[in-house]
């Protein structure tokens, strides 16, 4: 946004700029404004008891959740593929859908060389948290991303390695929810069924575990492109039913008519199902099953469509 603007119309401002001893500047902001004839003011890491300056247009970016009045909220998620196309720089799709497979959908990481790409990952998550505790907290979390697994379950795994306190534990769990960087998606048809838990950067979950989570990372990458449109339900039997839609999708990342499981079968049975898309890696073909479309689409082709 600001790069739309002339230098001299705007100041930006971090309040965690590790060169601010104090925020006492603040008491001159007003006449710094004026006497400058600053148009935008952008006020980063902003808290609710900073004062707001006077100034034609404020911009304020904020980790929480805020409603400010005369202000609109907006929020940033992490980049669908679709945007993150506009920070790539290759040229071929194909390969840009490689290196957000394998680096993630952040628009920093996009424009960071190989070579720091995994520390920066890391870098991410120690800013997120405060202390040490926090950071083993979300480092368990994250591991079980594309997984069926309640908060309890993931306490007990934890207290196997870590001595938290259930409390701080469900305190921070609920904070990474507010701050959309964790995601609880519920069983269709089983409102009391254990959730599924997805990531706001599904590389994690590859990144944090030994063993081999590859279906889990692309499912999740998968639903962070439907993330706010509409509700949307995990099922044993089929990836996710958007019921508005009546649409079934199915995250097989190496397609075979084979590997569709007999209980995707049983679920048109059960339910209202007009279209079904199978997302792929690169595959794509069309059948019907009865009367029943059904579409397989590489996830580059289907995330622009």
Avoid at 7 to 25: C, G, N
Avoid at 84 to 89: E, G, H, P, V, Y
Avoid at 101 to 121: C, D, I
Avoid at 244 to 261: A, D, G, W
Wanted: charged share 25%; aromatic share 16%; proline share 3%.
């Amino acid at each position: 946004m600001l790069s739309r603007l002339k230098a001299r119309d705007y100041i930006y401002i971090d309040l965690e700029d590790t060169k601010l001893v104090s925020l006492d500047f603040l008491e001159f902001l007003d006449d710094f404004i004026v006497t400058n004839d600053i148009k935008t003011v952008v006020i980063d890491s902003y808290e609710p008891q900073v004062p707001l300056p006077h100034a034609r247009n404020i911009v304020l970016i904020s980790n929480s959740y805020l409603e400010i009045k005369d202000f609109e909220t907006i929020s940033l998620p992490a980049l669908k593929f679709r945007e993150f196309l506009l920070f790539d720089k290759h040229q071929n799709i194909t390969t840009s859908f490689d290196f957000f497979l394998k680096h993630g959908n952040l628009p920093q990481t996009a424009r960071t060389t190989t070579t720091y790409k995994k520390n920066q990952l890391k870098q991410h998550l120690q800013c997120i948290c405060e202390n040490p505790k926090q950071y083993a907290m979300i480092k368990h979390i994250f591991k079980f991303g594309g997984q069926a697994v309640s908060k309890s379950q993931i306490y007990q795994s934890l207290k196997k390695h870590e001595n938290i306190s259930k409390d701080k534990f469900f305190e921070f769990i609920l904070t990474l929810e507010e701050k959309n960087m964790i995601f609880f998606v519920s069983k269709y048809g089983y409102e009391n069924a254990v959730k599924k838990l997805y990531l706001y950067d599904f590389v994690y979950i590859s990144s944090l575990n030994n063993i081999n989570k590859f279906n889990n990372m692309f499912e999740n990458m998968i639903y962070l492109e439907f993330s706010g449109k509409y509700p949307i339900y995990y099922s044993d039997k089929i990836s996710f039913y958007i019921p508005s839609e009546k649409t079934i999708y199915l995250c097989m990342p190496f397609f075979s008519m084979f590997n569709i499981s007999h209980g995707a079968f049983d679920f048109l049975q059960t339910n209202i199902v007009k279209n079904i898309k199978i997302i792929t890696i690169n595959k794509e073909e069309q059948f019907f099953i009865d009367d029943i479309s059904c579409e397989v689409l590489p996830f580059y082709k289907w995330a622009v469509s």
